[in-house]
Structures are given as structure tokens and as C-alpha cells.
Nanobody, 116 residues
């Protein structure tokens, strides 16, 4: 079965760090790009960071310099290292994957809460 599995969310104080991980099942092939999105309560889902095959990355302005996306091509995983977290980073974070044949997969979401 093809799916994405996320881990690493939780509660952290402002200024703290968290690392999110996402693993694609072994039956997903020809990955074009992987990304992280987030959705805060009563807000639209927004792109946080994306990485395409080859390593090029792109970040939302709100997370530049604080978040880093990385990918292990051999393991079909994508991580999001989040540093200097702010309360406004609180959201459900979703892993995203698109194949070269334009098939899209979403993870189930993992909650990140930044609060003192």
C-alpha cells in the first residue's frame, strides 16, 4: 500500500527545536518532489518547504533561516528541522509527495504546538 508516515511532532517552548520526519512506503517510485505543508486553526493550508530531486529547496518567507528541509533519496524520507520556533508556527504539519507522473500523496498530519 502506498502511503506517507510522519513523526516528530509535539509540544515545544518558544525558541525550541523539533525535527519532523516523513517516510514514503517502498511502493512509491519516481518521486519528483517532497514537501511540508502546515495548517493552523481556521487558516488555509500553506507550503512550508519543498525539495525536488536534485536537491533544490524552497521555503516560505516566514520560516527562512529557521527551518531546513532535507531528503534521503535512498530511504525515500524527508525531514524538516525546525529551529527558533515561534507560537505562530503552531499547526498541523503535513508531508507531501509528488511523482514524476503527477501523482500526489499526503501524510496524515502531525501536530506541532509552540507554547510556554
Amino acid at each position: 500500500q502506498e502511503h506517507l508516515v510522519e513523526s516528530g511532532g509535539g509540544l515545544v517552548q518558544p525558541g525550541g527545536s523539533l525535527r519532523l520526519s516523513c517516510a514514503a512506503s517502498g511502493s512509491i517510485f519516481n518521486i519528483y518532489n517532497m514537501a511540508w505543508y502546515r495548517q493552523a486553526p481556521e487558516k488555509q493550508r500553506e507550503l512550508v518547504a519543498t525539495i525536488i530531486t536534485g536537491g533544490s529547496t524552497n521555503y516560505a518567507d516566514s520560516v527562512k533561516g529557521r527551518f531546513t528541509i532535507s531528503r534521503d533519496v535512498a530511504k525515500n524520507t524527508v525531514d524538516l528541522q525546525m529551529n527558533s520556533l515561534k507560537p505562530e508556527d503552531t499547526a498541523v504539519y503535513y508531508c507531501y509527495l509528488k511523482t514524476t507522473r503527477f501523482r500526489v500523496y499526503w501524510g496524515q498530519g502531525t501536530q506541532v504546538t509552540v507554547s510556554s
